[in-house]
């Protein structure tokens, strides 16, 4: 698991996927969430714009990403 640290109240979907390395692009990110590609907490999640915040999980390919407040 790799914990991405924001310093805001929460962080968008395809901007956690860019920001951790998953995806290169925001339109990768856009069409992998779109797509059902992406588990949040363990469910499938086809909002690209959900708002994750600290404490929450996203699985893409295989791994996983925790997000954590400063």
């Known amino acids: 698991m790799e914990i991405i640290s924001i310093d805001t109240e929460f962080i968008r979907l395809d901007a956690l996927l860019k ?3 998953a995806v290169e692009t925001g339109g990768h990110a856009k ?3 779109q797509n059902g590609e992406v588990l949040v907490n363990g469910e499938v999640c086809t909002m690209r714009g ?3 915040r600290g ?3 996203a699985e893409f390919q295989g791994k ?3 997000v954590k407040n400063l």
Do not use: I, Q
């Open 50 to 52: 959900k708002k994750m």
């Open 55 to 57: 404490g929450d999980r």
């Open 19 to 21: 920001l951790a390395g």
């Open 31 to 33: 069409f992998a969430v």
């Open 64 to 66: 996983l990403y925790e």
